[in-house]
């Protein structure tokens, strides 16, 4: 086997073996554990550089071998494997940096890492996978290697989340692998492939296919918290920060809006599924997502659940632009799974900030906390004008390329729903950036640290100003190659002219 | 009713009689006695059927032979467990429970 | 050379059961250590042997049936052989340290465990119906003898159950087998089938098949069998229940196996097969139900068993008129769950038993707050509750999908749903003791780390649990033909 064979078994193994490392170190290797997790990130970093340079090259990477009898396991890079892949081997190091400090001194911290790259590396093998099935041996690794991190903190409140986020999943799961199963039946063993497969399949599976299409949808829409399977992402929010930042922005929603691109892009093929009529309920179905978790997030107290409703509107972005059936849109949807990735870690390390530094959890306890932390609060302003849209940040790119993709298929009742949303997005964030800039601190922080020169720690300082400054770049930069949006527009350029 | 289908019938009302007994009575050795039953019904069916060959076949034989030494040992060590069973609880049947319910480490 | 080989499978365990007879517990452990090298060389060399030249037919001392021994061995019975050999040197290699070597009866503990060896030697590669009666009873014998040797009233108890269980189980089948030497004139399986190739089907024959299974299941545990499995599983010392779980109530559903895939056809019917995959399914749903209910750890374990076991009896509705390759699949996933069951099984008790000694208690909650001491057997309990609850990529998954394959292609939906639910169901029962190492609140301060050598076995079958689903394609490729005839007669 060649060397490209290999680069793919390489970026799944690093966050693998540095997990396995950080198991076996003891407790107080502190040192050298943050080493091996952030060697581990960088060179899993640099392999995803090399395959993004190939896969635009057109350079094939990729190994498969019958796993079980019928069906092959398939790790392959494409395009848009790498946009995930991408996304997650740059947040994985920030995200590392900041676990880092946000854990400092806290017990169970080999534990902790251990899983955390596990987690990593499932998200690797979900971006990498090359059939449906792969996909779900790593799609089912994520939520196993998760659970410890929910359940992190070891409070009755933290396992009451961790057996919903369970329940949720593990059901989800067992939906996807039926879907799975019958699609194996029905059609064999397929690889994702750019078009999909049933362009002109035969109309006798017509009947099967859609069954099908709404099984896979419902067993991935848990994990991408579409309504009405959205109720695990709230309750999972008593995990730390980085933990949240991760279950949000990289790994698991993400894990589930993937899949879905995966199914309606590579296996049944745009067209075939627009032609089987399941694209227009499942745009119908993200809209409606996408507006009630805005509402419910306008009438959340505490800080990290007004953002995880915030993240159940906004992954729905994503399923709302691949469901448009245009090239534009689509470009406005994947893009999204990067820009919705960066604004809401930036989101998510500044809420982790506030609640470390100042022992802030509720968004009423906020009051003139851009003074005492002025480079978070930026970061923080940064992130939710972006959610909001707000040009030239990224979420502007999405709502404009999704805006025009909307257009040009002729399907103008989603601008209604890009208008509502954002002026919700306005309504839930703006008060908070009210009270962070324009009112007098209430007194006493309700558990304040110190820390030097910085505001806060500097591990926890740097990873939210890098993100919310990723924010600005990719919007700003949005018409260079290699932006995401430039990435997003080849991605669905190949699938709409395969 | 040919021979063979007598001692067939035969067994088989010993079975009977030996679940009976097994299902049936509590104390330990009247159920051991009851399986003791059963399997003389068992080999009683095993030589008596394969007789329709024309005299007796001796493969049957062999087995039951073996199928004795086997009950044998069975029975040796069902008395032995019974009979500790019986030192350490007290007990001859194994309806009631004993009466701690905390088993603690192994 | 495959004389030696056979030879030594055959002899070693035989031998060293009497060796060890005669030592003490100390003693008896350098010598099965010796015993184990051996035996495990030796199943290797068999493995590789049919792996590379196929199957073949072997007399017994150069008598051929009827009157003697002769042995089938073919890529599958191979495999089971080699499956032992892993499983049971690693629970001897565990318990010669978990065990206390100074309550005296443990000297019986290595002379059991050799008559258990030898016993499913017997079974995996026997031919005829009687000889494998002989070896159940050895397995059966051998296995009440173990459980009893936890010594205390409540293990007495359990193992007498177990007895009486065992031995109603072995007289039905032997029932069975009488009417069936009484219709057919001969006890090989190879020489019912070829007598039907030629002679219309007898009627009543179908009784003596299914007095077999029923004496089988009964041994095997199948719901609602299976109330003597819990207690005797669950009170063992922990290496004996991993033999127990993993590999002894295996050897009885082999047989029926064996049995209905080729008998089944011309002498069973549809409706005894839906039955039996019903009672198989109540026995998943029943099982991990009460797993779920269960306060000390091994009993979690041991109803974890009933459950499992239950998939294994979905393989009779799943090869009854079916397509040739459905039958395949069913078969493969079948297999498959049983090695995989069997690795998982033996890493979780054995990892149980660490657990317990570590925590000092066998119920779930004392397990509170052990996660904080980074305990390896939890690693490994853990990563075994994966392949139980048939998640990728472990061996339970590659046999779940091949089961649902199967399900799908013979129509018989149904089996998926018992598929899905029981994997939750599994699933519920596995998370509880995850969550239970999970809390923090008021654990324990004390914790006693258990020698590494006592943590690793458990890891190292996990691990092969894990790897299994990887290798899967490998595994089956040896056991070419599952379940047939290998080589020429």
């Known amino acids: 086997m060649t060397l490209n064979a290999w680069i793919p078994v390489f970026a799944l193994m690093t966050s693998l073996i540095a997990s396995l490392v950080i198991f076996a170190l003891p407790e107080k290797g502190y040192r050298l554990r943050t080493w091996v997790n952030l060697g581990a990130a960088l060179v899993k970093l640099s392999l995803v550089v090399v395959m993004v340079w190939g896969v635009f090259q057109g350079v094939e990477y990729g190994l498969s071998f019958t796993m079980v009898p019928g069906v092959t396991f398939v790790l392959k890079a494409d395009a848009l494997s790498m946009m995930f892949a991408g996304l997650s081997a740059v947040l994985w190091l920030l995200t590392t940096i900041y676990a880092v400090g946000y854990l400092e001194d806290s017990p169970n911290r080999s534990r902790f890492f251990g899983f955390f790259s596990l987690c990593v590396a499932s998200t690797m093998g979900i971006a990498l996978a090359g059939n449906l099935f792969t996909f779900f041996l790593f799609y089912e690794m994520l939520t196993l290697s998760t659970y410890p991190l929910v359940v992190h903190r070891g409070t009755e409140k933290a396992l009451r989340a961790g057996r919903t986020y369970v329940i949720y999943t593990l059901t989800g799961g067992a939906v996807l692998l039926l879907a799975i199963a019958w699609l194996h039946g029905v059609a064999g063993d397929l690889p994702f492939r750019e078009g999909g497969h049933f362009m002109d399949a035969d109309p006798d599976i017509h009947r099967s296919l859609i069954l099908i299409f709404i099984l896979l949808v419902a067993g991935l829409g848990v994990k991408a918290a579409i309504f009405p399977l959205h109720g695990w992402l709230p309750q999972a929010m008593v995990a730390p920060a980085p933990v949240s930042a991760l279950l949000h922005a990289v790994a698991v929603v993400k894990a589930g809006a993937f899949g879905i691109v995966r199914v309606v892009y590579d296996i049944y093929g745009v067209e075939a599924s627009s032609a089987l009529g399941v694209l227009e309920p499942l745009a119908w179905l993200a809209a409606f997502t996408i507006l009630y978790g805005s509402f419910r997030a306008l009438s959340q107290t505490d800080l990290k659940r007004r953002l995880a409703f915030s993240t159940v509107s906004q992954v729905s972005y994503i399923i709302l632009g691949i469901s448009l059936f245009g090239p534009v849109a689509a470009a406005g949807g994947l893009v999204h799974l990067l820009h919705q990735g960066i604004m809401k870690i930036t989101l998510f390390f500044c809420a982790g900030n506030y609640a470390e530094t100042l022992g802030i959890h509720r968004i009423d306890e906020m009051d003139g906390a851009g003074r005492r932390m002025p480079g978070t609060s930026v970061a923080f302003t940064i992130g939710a004008f972006g959610m909001i849209g707000a040009p030239p940040l990224a979420g502007f790119i999405t709502k404009w390329t999704m805006g025009s993709g909307a257009l040009a298929a002729n399907m103008d009742w989603v601008i209604v729903v890009l208008l509502s949303s954002s002026l919700l997005n306005a309504a839930y964030f703006l008060p908070v950036m009210h009270r962070l800039w324009f009112r007098e601190p209430a007194g006493s922080w309700p558990e304040e640290r110190h820390w030097g020169r910085l505001e806060t720690s500097a591990w926890l300082f740097w990873p939210p100003l890098l993100t919310a400054v990723m924010t600005v770049m990719v919007g700003v930069l949005a018409s260079l190659p290699f932006s995401p949006l430039s990435w997003a527009e080849l991605i669905a350029l190949r699938e709409y002219s395969p | 009713m040919t021979s063979s289908l007598l001692y067939a019938l035969a067994g088989a009302i010993l079975c009977g009689i030996g679940l009976f007994g097994l299902l049936w009575l509590s104390h330990l050795l009247r159920k051991l006695l009851a399986f003791n039953i059963m399997g003389s019904g068992v080999f009683l069916v095993m030589v008596g059927l394969p007789q329709h060959q024309g005299g007796p076949d001796p493969v049957p034989q062999a087995l039951v032979l073996t199928g004795i030494v086997v009950a044998i040992a069975a029975t040796a060590l069902a008395v032995v467990l019974i009979r500790r069973y019986f030192h350490l609880s007290g007990m001859t049947g194994l309806e009631d429970e004993p009466a701690s319910p905390e088993r603690g480490p192994e | ?489």
């Not at chain 3, 206390?100 to 060896?117: A, E, T």
């Not at chain 3, 393989?315 to 397509?323: D, I, K, N, R």
């Not at chain 3, 590494?452 to 899967?472: D, F, T």
């Open chain 3, 1 to 489: 050379m495959t004389l030696w080989l056979m030879a030594g499978l055959l002899f070693t365990p035989l031998a060293w059961a009497v060796l060890t007879l005669l030592t003490d517990f100390s003693r008896g452990r350098l010598v099965t250590w010796g015993g184990i090298l051996v035996q495990v060389l030796v199943s290797l060399g068999l493995w590789l042997t049919v792996a590379r030249d196929g199957g073949f037919h072997y007399g017994l001392g150069g008598w051929q049936a009827p009157l003697g021994i002769e042995l089938r061995v073919d890529g599958l019975a191979v495999t089971f052989v080699l499956l032992t050999a892993v499983v049971a040197s690693a629970c001897g290699l565990h318990a010669g340290v978990y065990i206390d070597p100074d309550k005296p009866w443990h000297r019986y503990f290595w002379p059991l465990f050799w008559f258990l060896w030898s016993g499913l030697n017997v079974v995996w590669l026997g031919g005829d119906l009687f000889n494998l009666y002989v070896g159940l009873e050895l397995i059966s014998l051998s296995a009440v003898g173990l459980v009893a040797l936890g010594g205390k009233a409540n293990a007495l108890r359990a193992s007498l159950r177990y007895l009486l269980a065992a031995l109603l189980g072995s007289l039905v089948y032997l029932l069975g087998v009488a009417l069936m030497y009484g219709q057919f004139g001969t006890l090989s399986i190879a020489g019912v089938v070829s007598w039907l190739g030629v002679h219309p089907v007898p009627a009543g024959s179908g009784l003596a098949l299914a007095l077999m299974v029923t004496g089988l299941a009964l041994k095997t545990a199948l719901f609602p069998l299976h109330r003597w499995l819990p207690p005797a599983h669950g009170i063992a010392r922990s290496p004996v229940s991993a033999l127990l779980s993993a590999l002894v109530v295996k050897a009885s559903f082999y047989m029926a196996a064996r049995l209905w895939l080729e008998l089944g056809e011309p002498l069973g019917n549809l409706a005894a097969a839906q039955l039996v995959g019903l009672l198989g399914s109540a026995a998943v749903v029943w099982g991990s139900w009460l797993a779920c209910r269960q306060p000390q750890l091994k009993q979690v374990v041991a109803y974890s068993s009933v459950a499992q076991i239950g998939y294994l009896f979905l393989l009779f509705p799943l090869t009854y008129s079916v397509s040739e390759s459905v039958s395949l699949q069913a078969q493969q996933g079948i297999t498959l769950q049983v090695i995989s069951h069997a690795l998982a099984k033996a890493a979780m008790f054995l990892a149980a038993g660490n657990l317990i000694l570590s925590a000092g208690s066998n119920r779930v909650d004392a397990l509170t707050g052990v996660s904080r001491f980074l305990p390896f057997s939890l690693f490994s309990f853990g990563l075994a509750g994966v392949s139980l609850m048939s998640l990728p990529p472990t061996g339970g998954f590659a046999a779940k999908w091949l089961l649902l394959q199967a399900s799908l292609g013979s129509g018989q939906w149904w089996w998926i749903l018992v598929m899905l639910i029981g994997g939750l169901l599994s699933a519920a029962y596995v998370f509880r003791i995850y969550r239970a190492s999970f809390l923090e609140s008021a654990g324990p301060d004390r914790f006693y780390h258990p020698a590494r050598s006592l943590e690793v076995i458990p890891m190292i079958l996990a691990l092969l649990a894990l790897g299994l689903g990887l290798a899967s394609d490998q595994v089956l490729s040896v056991m070419a033909l599952p379940f047939e005839e290998g080589g020429s007669p």
